[in-house]
């Protein structure tokens, strides 16, 4: 995988031209088949195998009594919401045949490369979320059309997602339709907050939406850029025990002898 820069990210676009061109203004969408590997199939079967000891997890339209259409396990847990805790079996019933899309919010940490990816967009906006949105098949029920306060970076990893973007910055129900694309692993979109989306899922997908506010005050003509050592987030730290490098020593085989299996058939080489 390319190294998680923005530079890559944004490729064949500069950082010049998207903060001049599409930064707040417009939507952008880059097919350059990139970064599949940052939530697959593989990762999501890894983290529903956890359930219920897991961070979070929320379902779309997990019944009527959910002000937002969202059934949200750690809501659940703390008692903010009175609805059952499912069984495991439960929550494979909502994925496998009730077509249920799974939200996944604050994965940042599920992975090191969604880390780097937040420090990297850090340095150019404020604190950062990376929410991963799951679906099993078509016409898998999502958010209706609206707007997000956030800066968002769209990757897509598995399988096709329809989007349609609205007129910017409607300030009502949006009407007016923009643009329709379907996007593709590896295909990025960029959309500035406040600009009304829709999203229609057209078969099984995982998006991550790596989502952040913008600084306050950052403008072109006096824009900051933080440095690593500055972002108050917390590291990744590779836990691992250091290994110390076995040397091996060379072994010589030695012709074995039918009539001399006593003796050792090996010895090492000098
Ligand atoms: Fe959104």
């Not at 500069?14 to 970064?35: A, D, M, T």
């Not at 949200?72 to 899309?101: H, R």
């Not at 969604?114 to 340095?123: G, H, I, R, S």
Request: net charge positive; glycine share 4%; hydrophobic share 30%.
């Amino acid at each position: 995988m390319d190294k998680i820069t923005l530079e890559n990210i944004l490729e064949p676009i500069s950082l010049q031209n998207f903060f001049q061109n599409y930064w707040g203004k417009k939507h952008l969408v880059i097919r350059r088949n990139k970064y599949k590997n940052l939530f697959t199939w593989e990762d999501l079967d890894n983290y529903l195998n956890r359930y219920p000891n897991i961070k979070s997890l929320q379902i779309i339209e997990g019944t009527d009594k959910t002000k937002d259409g969202r059934w949200c396990l750690d809501k659940i847990l703390k008692g903010k919401l009175k609805l059952p805790l499912y069984s495991k079996d439960t929550i494979y019933d909502f994925w496998k045949n009730k077509n249920k899309t799974f939200v996944i919010p604050f994965a940042e940490y599920e992975k090191q490369d969604l880390v780097d990816a937040c420090f990297e967009f850090e340095k150019y906006f404020g604190h950062g979320q990376v929410n991963v949105y799951a679906s099993p098949n078509a016409n898998s029920k999502s958010f209706p059309a609206h707007a997000d306060a956030t800066e968002n970076f769209l990757f897509h990893t598995e399988g096709k997602t329809k989007w349609t973007i609205y007129k910017e910055f409607t300030p009502d129900k949006p009407e007016t339709v923009i643009d329709e694309f379907v996007l593709e692993p590896g295909d990025l979109l960029y959309i500035p907050s406040y600009m009304y989306h829709k999203v229609d899922t057209i078969g099984p997908r995982i998006l991550l939406s790596i989502h952040f506010a913008n600084k306050p005050d950052q403008t072109l003509d006096s824009f900051k850029i933080t440095p690593y050592s500055q972002n108050k987030r917390s590291k990744w730290y590779n836990w691992a025990p250091y290994k110390k490098i076995k040397v091996v020593k060379k072994v010589q085989h030695v012709k074995s002898n039918k009539s001399n299996w006593s003796k050792p058939y090996f010895k090492e080489s000098k």
